[in-house]
Nanobody, 120 residues
Framework: QVQLVESGGGSVQAGGSLRLSCVAS????????VGWYRQAPGKQRELVASIRSGGSTNYADFVKGRFTISRDDAKNTVYLLMNSLEPEDTAVYYCNGAVVLTTRYEYSYWGQGTQVTVSS
């Protein structure tokens, strides 16, 4: 069994910064691609950024230049540094990981989400 736990959300004013963390635990052999997603009230969940096991990254256009995704494989942790936050960034942020278990099978796991609220 694997768990992904997000943390670091909170309330900030526009222009502020937050750093989200996604920590994986359990019977992990390797973590492949991890993505950060967000879902605002009344909207569909959307991809914010992703990072592959080799470190290559991908960003949604609406966060390019403001958000940075990174990973620390020794800690089974992926981070999302969010700068220049805007009220439109208000959402619940989720991480999703493609995790290879010690059985060598890969599964997709979601965290429970962390709320980010940006006020103007």
């Amino acid at each position: 069994q694997v768990q992904l736990v997000e943390s670091g959300g909170g309330s900030v004013q526009a222009g502020g910064s937050l750093r989200l963390s996604c920590v994986a635990s359990g019977n992990i052999f390797k973590i492949n691609t991890v993505g950060w997603y967000r879902q605002a009230p009344g909207k569909q969940r959307e991809l914010v950024a992703s990072i592959r096991s080799g470190g290559s990254t991908n960003y949604a256009d609406f966060v390019k230049g403001r958000f940075t995704i990174s990973r620390d494989d020794a800690k089974n942790t992926v981070y999302l540094l969010m700068n220049s936050l805007e009220p439109e960034d208000t959402a619940v942020y989720y991480c999703n990981g493609a995790v290879v278990l010690t059985t060598r099978y890969e599964y997709s796991y979601w965290g429970q989400g962390t709320q980010v609220t940006v006020s103007s």
